[in-house]
């Protein structure tokens, strides 16, 4: 099964909530020929992440192509495309017609805005969840989780987490050969200095 990965590119928004999960969808479907993972952003111009790196991205929403799987980063840029219309309105059209929605940190917050949420249950950053639930009141947003699915939505909580929810995703689509095999390929075994043995 093929499959193509639609990343949402925006400014300020955090790098590792987009690029790990890059790092594992172009990882896992290397041997996946007719599989691809794109950038797109509302304009096609450099997008300027939160802490300075810079984005090329492949598409814009005018020639983005029909996608699977939909990725919202988060990042301090979802607090101003909460607001901003033709975002919104884009994420709610895409993910119509997607696989699965997921979403990494205060994307879920575009996600909500969009409508692609409901009443379903959600994730994001721990330094997020009150403002989230004070945006969102009777929205179920979990906390002390990695990552959490409720039907097709996919959210995962903030940073590295999205690397944990694109491995576990691998695992869904294809099978958990696949996701173990990315995960071995990527040297992802964490054991972080100070809270670990090194």
Partial sequence: ????FGLFAFEEMEELDLVGPWEVFSMATIDLPGSRVVTIAERKR??????GLQIVPDHDFADAPPIDVLLVPGGQGTRNEVDNPAVVE?????????RWVTSVCT???LLWKAGV?????????????PEFRKRAPGLEVLESVRYVRDGNLLTAAGVSAGIDMALWLVGEMWDPERARRTQQMM??????PYSAEV
């Avoid at 450099?46 to 802490?51: D, G, I, L, S």
């Avoid at 884009?90 to 997607?98: E, F, L």
């Fill in 1 to 4: 099964m093929n499959a193509t």
């Fill in 46 to 51: 450099p997008v300027r992440c939160a802490h």
């Fill in 90 to 98: 884009w994420i709610a059209k895409t993910a119509a017609g997607c």
């Fill in 107 to 109: 994307g879920a917050l």
């Fill in 117 to 129: 949420v409901g009443d379903r249950r959600v994730t994001t950053h721990w330094g997020f969840i």
């Fill in 187 to 192: 040297e992802y075994d964490p054991a972080p």
